[in-house]
């Protein structure tokens, strides 16, 4: 039976493995620290006379967490974000101050024109979309970015397209 030490209270293990018998630890010096035995998936603290009690955590390792899936050893996890629509041209609209990510841009129709978006809470700064030029359209579009702001989100058009921004 493998046991893996973790650090307890009492200081630091310097074996990696042991055997379990008679419900002690061969050679177990730390009161308090925590073993976990990996075929029974269940966590003890070693005691005083050098015994093996039941440490109960409420889970173990055959206990599924939020989101998981253990038929196709997955984490499942959702992405969130905010967005903000706008259908006419604008100078230094800010969408978001603070730091963020900027997910999505889409472009769902209108006339030609220039988009720009800076990482800034006014029109100046650094640019994250250096002057894309939008030509009219009726079919959707979308940009995916996925890209980190740091100061605020804030954007620029020439155009009356009805855009949407999806950022966090």
């Known amino acids: 039976m493998a046991v893996t030490f973790i650090p307890g209270s009492a200081g630091s293990f310097s074996c990696l493995s042991a055997d379990v018998v008679s419900g002690s630890v061969a050679g177990?010096?730390?009161i308090g620290g925590r073993v976990f035995v990996e075929d029974t998936g269940l966590w003890y603290i070693i005691s005083a006379n050098g015994g093996l009690v039941a440490y109960n955590q409420g889970v173990s390792l055959?206990?599924?967490?939020?989101?998981?899936?253990?038929n196709n050893d997955v984490l499942k996890t959702e992405n969130r974000f905010a967005y903000k629509?706008?259908?006419a041209a604008t100078?230094?609209?800010n969408i978001k101050t603070g730091s963020g990510l900027l997910h999505t841009i889409n472009i769902l129709g209108g006339t030609a024109g220039s988009l720009l978006v800076w990482d800034s809470t006014g029109g100046s700064g650094t640019l994250i979309v250096p002057g894309v030029i939008l030509g009219s359209t009726?079919?959707?579009v979308t940009l995916t970015f996925d890209t980190a702001f740091n100061y605020g989100l804030t954007f620029t058009t020439?155009?009356?397209?009805i855009i949407s921004f999806s950022y966090r």
């Not at 055959?62 to 253990?70: F, H, K, S, V, W």
């Not at 020439?158 to 397209?161: E, N």
């Open 138 to 140: 009726s079919v959707p």
């Open 85 to 87: 629509s706008f259908s």
């Open 62 to 70: 055959t206990t599924r967490i939020a989101g998981e899936d253990l």
């Open 91 to 93: 100078s230094a609209s």
């Open 28 to 30: 177990a010096k730390y």
């Open 158 to 161: 020439g155009c009356a397209t």
